[in-house]
T-cell receptor, first 116, second 114 residues
Framework: AQKVTQAQTEISVVEKEDVTLDCVYE???????LFWYKQPPSGELVFLIR??????QNEISGRYSWNFQKSTSSFNFTITASQVVDSAVYFC?????????????FGTGTRLKVLA | EAGVTQFPSHSVIEKGQTVTLRCDPI?????LYWYRRVMGKEIKFLLH????????ESGMPNNRFLAERTGGTYSTLKVQPAELEDSGVYFC????????????FGSGTQLSVL
């Protein structure tokens, strides 16, 4: 079975601090995709990044960076120099192709509070 | 392009009543998904449509939930009769018909059953 674990329920940081959100996934599939989504107070989940299982290159996009490690089944997300606007719930997700259908499995989310 | 639209944004009903949620996906997105999130828990899969066909409904909790997708366009999710445990945020998402595609989400419907 597939599973996504986000052990951190809530994190509070002071503005300009760096913060890392953890994501650990489980799957027996060799081909899969990993995602991060952000849910701001407005409610709509916003796509941040996608990684496929064959691409372990880390990625940096502005203040955001992602560390994908297959050896530990982790796909962690770091925000550098956090800002108040980063306050949101962040979801990690795993996508597999199973029984003829695409499945997306989400974690429980991590609520990030960035304090001014 | 217009995003995924869900209606209503909030619904408060009493136990035993019926509620219908609606989702309008992005035009051209064959895949449409329904998810539910109970406070503090994971976003849990309910149902997947490919065009008008139910591809996977393994996440539907019981036969009080009925989903339809008329002509492969908008979708409705009806709960009849509603129970207290049905409370939560119901999300709709759509995507292009390709493996690994990102999901585009609506803002969700907050359902409260009293």
């Amino acid at each position: 079975a597939q599973k996504v674990t986000q052990a951190q329920t809530e994190i509070s940081v002071v503005e300009k601090e760096d913060v890392t959100l953890d994501c650990v996934y489980e799957t027996r599939d060799t081909t899969y995709y990993l995602f991060w989504y952000k849910q701001p107070p407005s409610g709509e989940l916003v796509f941040l990044i996608r990684r496929n299982s064959f691409d372990e290159q880390n990625e940096i996009s502005g203040r955001y960076s992602w560390n994908f490690q297959k050896s530990t089944s982790s796909f962690n997300f770091t925000i550098t120099a956090s800002q108040v606007v980063d306050s949101a719930v962040y979801f990690c997700a795993l996508s597999v192709f199973n029984s003829g259908t695409y499945k997306y499995i989400f974690g429980t989310g991590t609520r990030l509070k960035v304090l001014a | 392009e217009a995003g995924v639209t869900q209606f209503p944004s909030h619904s408060v009903i009493e136990k035993g009543q019926t509620v219908t949620l609606r989702c309008d996906p992005i035009s051209g997105h064959d895949n449409l998904y329904w998810y539910r999130r109970v406070m503090g828990k994971e976003i849990k899969f309910l149902l997947h449509f490919v065009k008008e066909s139910k591809q996977d409904e393994s996440g539907m909790p019981n036969n009080r939930f009925l989903a339809e997708r008329t002509g492969g366009t908008y979708s409705t999710l009806k709960v009849q009769p509603a129970e207290l445990e049905d409370s939560g945020v119901y999300f709709c998402a759509s995507s292009r018909p390709r493996y690994g595609e990102k999901l585009f989400f609506g803002s969700g419907t907050q359902l409260s059953v009293l």
